[in-house]
């Protein structure tokens, strides 16, 4: 057994046990840490992957950047301890719907993946990391223009929701 | 990935956090002298020679003093989140090299490098370690259940999202200058001129970022003594104060290795001592003392820094991050990457346009300042 696959087990099983830990936890702080971590695992199973790349990318704006801003908004309200019961009963059933769809996405490509004969292959490492940028960037700009614009423009309109809604009307300034 | 390479990063890492934590001792009586020096005081000067024994008189009694847990604190994050705050601190380095290739050694049939790991992507590590190092210091300050403390971590956070947009984008020009994100292609693409002439205002971006990423003066924000106490670590004692301690001056060593890596040529000598004795090439143990001298002197600077200027206002602190900073940056990217294309392209000598054109930028970001963050006459008053 190599070292790879022993720390794929590692961290197959720290993935999971933080993703439940995410679930159960009733403290929303120690859910986004568990998230955080969960991140981080991830990260490294980019890294496995042979995409360096994006596993830095993974941690510097999922863990570094959204994962605070979360702890952030989590402490600034106060809203560490969740209150008992749910608040919104629809979102139990429709949750539960949910998950099985997406388990039932990942069966059905399972399957197929295993009846075609090509097995899924890592990319082999690049030499340099610069050419897979550079690849991917180019990528980015030309073939997958329009996703890509359209993203940016969803995140720009995202964001100016929400400075107009936290925008204090003049006058009312006390 | 075999056993021996464990072994050999173990060794090498175990070596680099001895250093660390050795330096900062030494740094805390390193600025004490100094602030000294420019408040026109001793400083400590009694504890062995010229008070070389006061940092270790310092740790033993740190190490010797009570361990308090405030009531109701959260107990299990606030024993971890000095450990959290500091092992960024201490990791983040890993990349950096500290010696050319000519330093590299044989031994036990392997060549031991001068780098702990030498990656592909290591300016996107730094990156990455950088940004989940808020993690440390928002802990504390909420699970020490205070509300000076809270708020400390809170502006923490702030502080270091805001200024870490303005901190990657000058990772960017350096990037695309170096047309690398290997550490060591970094430092020898600056063999004929260092980033810092050819991107002076990434220089001075990156300097101030960082001194907002590790919370020093004037942007100590998260533990300003007046307004919060001691803000995040208020509640903090003993050996637990001391990792948080340690953490503050470990991020300062780290942010003036990367600094004179990424813009002051790491461990290469001055660009015009190229084929002289004191080039690296020719003398290739002076690597180190360079990379040495190099963030001594960017530690004065921040020492000085810390005696000469009053902490900034928190409105102003995130206007000049966000209104300042960010935009001047982001035109910095545009502008280097338009210099190397049209030197590339057209003529080599437009790559002295990037300097040129970004101090012009710089200019107009320091007009603009002045124009919206000077203090205004109060109408009503």
């Not at chain 1, 979360?70 to 560490?80: D, P, Q, R, T």
């Not at chain 1, 100016?160 to 300034?173: D, F, N």
């Not at chain 2, 990935?1 to 070596?15: C, D, P, Q, R, Y």
């Not at chain 2, 000085?304 to 200027?309: D, F, G, I, K, S």
Request: proline content about 4%; hydrophobic content about 60%; aromatic content about 12%.
């Amino acid at each position: 057994m190599d070292l790879t696959l022993i720390l794929f087990i590692i961290l197959a099983v720290t993935a999971i046990a933080t993703a439940l830990g995410l679930l159960i936890s009733r403290n929303a702080v120690y859910a986004a840490l568990f998230l955080v971590m969960n991140f981080a695992c991830v990260a490294i199973f980019y890294l496995l992957l042979g995409a360096p790349f994006i596993a830095m990318a993974q941690v510097t704006v999922y863990a570094g950047a959204i994962m605070v801003l979360f702890l952030f908004v989590i402490m600034l309200l106060g809203a560490e301890k969740l209150p008992k019961g749910d608040v919104l009963p629809v979102q139990r059933p429709l949750a539960i719907g949910a998950a099985v769809i997406l388990l039932a996405e990942a069966v059905i490509l399972l399957v197929q993946r295993f009846q075609s004969t090509a097995m899924l292959q890592a990319p082999g490492t690049v030499e340099n990391s610069m050419d897979s940028l550079r690849e991917m960037s180019g990528l980015l700009f030309t073939e997958y223009l329009l996703p890509f614009e359209v993203t940016s423009i969803l995140l720009l309109v995202a964001m100016v929701g929400a400075i107009v809604l936290t925008k204090q009307e003049k006058g009312t300034r006390g | 990935m075999t056993f021996a390479s464990i072994l050999e990063w173990l060794i090498k890492g175990f070596v680099w956090v001895m250093i660390l934590l050795g330096g900062f001792a030494y740094l805390t009586y390193y600025e004490r002298r100094a602030l000294a020096r420019i408040q026109v005081r001793i400083g400590p000067n009694r504890a062995g020679p010229l008070g070389l024994l006061q940092p270790i008189a310092d740790a033993i009694k740190l190490i010797f003093k009570e361990e308090l847990m405030p009531a109701r604190a959260d107990k299990l994050l606030f024993f971890l989140a000095p450990i959290i705050t500091l092992t960024p601190a201490l990791v983040i380095t890993a990349v950096v090299p500290f010696g050319p290739e000519g330093l590299n050694f044989p031994l036990f049939g392997r060549v031991i490098t001068w780098q702990i790991a030498d990656i592909n992507v290591g300016i996107l590590y730094i990156m990455s370690i950088a940004s989940i190092a808020v993690y440390g210091i928002v802990l504390a300050g909420w699970s020490s259940n205070n509300k000076y403390a809270m708020l400390g971590g809170l502006r923490s956070t702030a502080q270091m999202i805001s200024y870490e947009l303005a901190l990657g984008l000058s990772f960017v020009s350096v990037i695309v200058l170096a047309d690398s994100t290997r550490m060591i292609d970094i430092v020898e693409a600056q063999k004929s001129m260092w980033f810092m002439v050819l991107q002076p205002v990434g220089m001075v971006i990156f300097l101030i970022a960082t001194l907002a990423e590790v919370n020093r003066s004037p942007f100590d924000m998260p533990e300003a003594e007046q307004e919060l106490a001691a803000g995040y670590h208020s509640e903090y004692g003993g050996m637990k104060f001391a990792l948080l301690f340690m953490a503050e001056y470990d991020k300062m060593i780290a942010i003036c290795i990367i600094a004179a890596t990424i813009f002051f040529g790491g461990y290469r000598e001055f660009w015009f001592l190229q084929n002289t004795w004191f080039s690296v090439d020719q003398t290739p143990i002076l690597g180190p003392v360079y990379v040495f001298i190099k963030v001594f002197i960017l530690l004065f600077g921040m020492i000085w820094v810390r005696a000469t200027l009053p902490r900034i206002r928190y409105d102003r602190l995130m206007a000049f991050g966000w209104k300042i900073l960010l935009p001047l940056s982001l035109a910095l990217v545009f502008l280097t990457a338009t210099g190397i294309l049209l030197a590339q392209e057209v003529n080599p000598l437009f790559m002295w346009g990037i300097p040129v054109v970004s101090l012009a930028a710089g200019f107009i970001a320091i007009l603009g300042m002045y124009q919206t963050l000077r203090r205004k006459e109060h109408a009503r008053a």
